[in-house]
């Protein structure tokens, strides 16, 4: 009864008023229904206010008020097309009657890819005097929308979207998919009576399997899992989980570590990126050390905006707005930083576009910045929201969900191949086992990968229990790769990224040998310029694990040598592989190394290890290593 009486108190002053104001109708049963339509939407009953509404410009089509209301109800309802005539006949009777008519209008007909129109209705609404700067921004950028859409459709970008197949879409809702670096699984949402949670599928022979339920561990019934993100290993994954208990705000960033099979329990990321607001949608770059996501936290430049924490040996470091190159007034949703970290896509409504939500791509400049975003282009975009992108390692292959291509239900999964000039850097990968040499058992060794230009790590975790690791590579680069564990030889291998089959992926076996006398480690990440012997800069980090190894292990000796392949003269062959063993000697002994525990020998072509007959098998006997004399 309380709420009844409040309801009609708060009903009155309209009644009262509205019988007192001149409207431009004199019909008593339209403006009877129209007041009715009011009291509607004080409850939002939009529907019945649709048919009061209906019911008075029936019985009086020149009634604008009404006319008016119905627009704007049938507008927020999407009922979009249906809205748009009634505007129009506001602006027939009277051009001037109301003139938001005019931006309502323009905004419709944009949501419907009528542009030309568009354009002519917010022209006339922004010639106004004293319009509310709010409102005149918003109509410039729908009149940026209008232009940049007018030329895109002229200008179609290449797009042949295929269907992931019934293996991995159902009659249900697929969306969000992420990769693995190598493209052998694929983790994706689906929603089943409006609970969302992760399902996986595994690619053997260039087929997806039948996708299963990810982990008991990380989804829920009671709750929504979504917005995902996988590290390029696939082994943890970064989510957001909303109304969570123990969550900070409405939506937070949970992070779970693979174990074996199946998932550990994940947990929140907590604060610093996480706090009271709205974090979501992250995605971790291929290094595992920067974090992108989605807040409404303040100190943004609008609604929602994409910032970034960076892995310290603390913990997550205090969020980096990504500034006005990527965020807007208006809203940033769903990045996609590539493997490449130099490259991010995201979606976007405050950039020029087709309207709504557009993928957009930013890529990285030399100063470290990002650069202004460039919308992917018609038909990729579309006066609907797209937002989801993601893209395999090479960058060739981009993934998004669709409702609207007619697949297995509502939305599902699809792949197309990324347009050249939109494509990020190419990127590969490299993939491997790590064992003990001798039972073959695998091994949970550190892995650690360093750019050699300027030995920088970009790279570094454990090999899984099953002795596997995997990480990118980015085209372009040279990388030196350091597999140790204690007890063990430690493993080098060199990756030269310049000039070579995009395609190229390498996969490796890595035996780690016991400290044991005769073995010997090939020390692939020193180098020399040809017939030099002083050591080039790149060797450092190579050497700095080489000291390590002697400082951890401070009974071994070792005997460093170097070697050639059987071109040229002998002699020189001996001087110059003597001369580059005795350098990595020195550098022994000027970080502080026992002379007492080191030899050093030339051997010039007398110990190959592999054929001097082909290019290949000579580099590999051009090499500097160690062995283990006693222990």
């Not at 938001?100 to 419709?108: D, H, K, P, Q, T």
């Not at 998004?400 to 347009?419: A, H, V």
């Not at 039972?439 to 790590?457: F, Q, R």
């Amino acid at each position: 009864m309380r709420n009844l009486l409040a309801a009609i108190l708060i009903c009155l002053p309209v009644l009262l008023y509205a019988q007192d104001r001149q409207y431009t109708t004199s019909n008593k049963d339209a403006i009877r229904n129209y007041i009715k339509a009011r009291q509607s939407l004080d409850y939002q009953l939009y529907d019945q206010a649709i048919g009061q509404l209906t019911y008075a410009v029936g019985v009086d089509p020149n009634f604008l008020e009404a006319q008016n209301q119905l627009a704007d109800i049938l507008r927020l309802t999407k009922k979009t097309k249906a809205s748009i005539a009634h505007y129009l006949k506001v602006i027939e009777v009277n051009p001037d009657f109301n003139r938001g008519v005019y931006l309502n209008i323009g905004e419709a007909e944009v949501n419907i890819a009528d542009y030309a129109n568009a354009q002519i209705h917010l022209q006339k609404y922004i010639k106004y005097p004293n319009i509310n700067p709010n409102n005149k921004r918003y109509a410039e950028l729908l009149l940026s929308d209008c232009e940049f859409s007018l030329d895109a459709l002229l200008h179609p970008v290449p797009f042949k979207p295929l269907n992931l197949g019934p293996e991995v879409n159902t009659a249900n809702d697929e969306y969000m998919p992420v990769l693995t670096a190598d493209e052998g699984v694929l983790i994706f949402t689906r929603k089943i009576n409006n609970n969302e949670d992760f399902y996986k599928s595994n690619k053997a022979n260039n087929k997806w399997s039948v996708a299963s339920y990810l982990s008991n561990q990380i989804n829920t019934a009671e709750y929504n899992e979504g917005a995902q993100s996988v590290t390029q290993d696939g082994q943890y994954l970064f989510f957001t989980g909303c109304d969570r208990p123990l969550g900070l705000g409405k939506c937070d960033i949970y992070v779970s570590r693979k174990v074996g099979n199946d998932w550990d329990i994940p947990y929140n990321l907590n604060a610093p990126i996480n706090t009271g607001n709205w974090e979501s949608q992250p995605s971790i770059s291929s290094d595992g050390k920067t974090l992108y996501f989605v807040s409404n936290r303040k100190g943004g430049f609008g609604g929602y905006d994409i910032w970034k924490s960076t892995l310290t040996n603390k913990g997550w470091g205090e969020p980096e707005n990504l500034g006005p190159n990527v965020n807007t007034p208006f809203d940033e949703q769903s990045p996609f930083i590539h493997p490449d970290n130099n490259t991010l896509y995201f979606s976007s409504n405050g950039w020029p576009g087709m309207g709504n939500m557009d993928v957009f791509i930013s890529r990285r400049g030399a100063d470290g910045q990002w650069q202004k975003p460039k919308n992917l282009g018609y038909p990729i975009n579309t006066n609907a929201d797209d937002s989801g992108l993601t893209l395999n390692a090479n960058g060739d292959l981009a993934y998004f969900s669709s409702n609207i291509l007619r697949g297995y239900g509502g939305f599902d999964i699809y792949s197309f191949e990324m347009p050249a000039t939109l494509r990020p850097q190419m990127v590969t990968y490299v993939k491997g086992i790590v064992t003990d040499a001798k039972s073959k058992m695998p091994l949970d060794a550190n892995v650690e990968i360093i750019d050699l230009e300027n030995n920088k790590t970009v790279y570094q975790s454990i090999s899984e229990q099953d002795g596997s690791f995997l990480s990118k590579l980015t085209y372009g680069k040279d990388y030196g790769l350091n597999i140790s564990k204690k007890g063990y030889l430690f493993y080098s291998e060199n990756f030269s990224l310049h000039g070579i089959d995009n395609k190229k992926q390498y996969k490796i076996d890595v035996p780690l040998q016991g400290i044991d006398a005769g073995n010997k480690v090939v020390l692939k990440n020193i180098f020399f310029d040809t017939n030099k012997y002083e050591i080039k800069k790149e060797s450092k980090t190579e050497l700095e694990k080489l000291i390590a190894f002697l400082t951890e292990n401070t009974n071994v000796k070792i005997e460093v040598s170097g070697h050639t392949d059987d071109v040229g003269d002998d002699a020189l062959n001996r001087t110059l592989s003597q001369n580059r063993a005795k350098a990595v000697y020195t550098y022994l002994i000027a970080q502080h190394i026992n002379a007492t525990r080191l030899v050093y020998k030339g051997y010039g072509k007398l110990q190959p290890i592999a054929t001097n007959s082909t290019d290949d098998g000579r580099k590999l006997n051009r090499r500097t290593e160690f062995k283990i004399i006693s222990n």
